[in-house]
């Protein structure tokens, strides 16, 4: 509970509505282990033109 209290407590936008989500029957207060799998699925880079894609866009959110 302690990773993801403090997942949702840094995240805002997209990111928040995805650890927000990341709850299951046996952990109704947050899975910490699906928040990380559910990020890594939305933002891990898959070449260099996606990389500065993501950068920009984290940049213009920041």
């Given at each position: 509970?302690?990773?993801?209290?403090?997942?949702?407590?840094?995240?805002?936008g997209?990111?928040?509505?995805?650890?927000?989500?990341?709850?299951?029957?046996?952990?109704?207060?947050?899975?910490?282990?699906?928040?990380?799998?559910?990020?890594?699925?939305?933002?891990?880079v898959?070449?260099?033109?996606?990389?500065?894609?993501?950068?920009?866009s984290?940049l213009?959110?920041?």
């Amino acid at each position: 509970m302690y990773a993801y209290s403090n997942l949702i407590l840094s995240c805002k936008g997209v990111p928040f509505s995805i650890v927000n989500g990341a709850k299951t029957d046996a952990l109704p207060n947050g899975d910490a282990k699906l928040v990380w799998k559910a990020l890594k699925e939305k933002y891990q880079v898959e070449n260099a033109a996606t990389k500065i894609e993501l950068k920009n866009s984290f940049l213009k959110r920041s």
